[in-house]
C-alpha cells in the first residue's frame, strides 16, 4: 500500500501580486467635459 504525496498548501497572504494590489477608493465629480464613460474607461486602464 502507498501513502498520498503530502499536499502543498500555498498561502495567499505572502504572494507577492496580493500585495501589488491595493483598493483605491475613489470619488469623482460629474465631469461636464468628459463623458463619465470615458472616465471610467480611462481608470479601468490605470
Known amino acids: 500500500m502507498t501513502s ?3 499536499a502543498t498548501i ?3 497572504a505572502g504572494s507577492e501580486a496580493s500585495s501589488l494590489d491595493s483598493v483605491w ?3 469623482v465629480w460629474n465631469d461636464p ?3 463619465m464613460s470615458y ?3 480611462v481608470f479601468q486602464k490605470l
Open 10 to 12: 500555498e498561502d495567499p
Open 39 to 41: 472616465v471610467t474607461w
Open 33 to 35: 467635459i468628459n463623458l
Open 25 to 27: 477608493l475613489v470619488i
Open 4 to 6: 498520498p504525496a503530502p
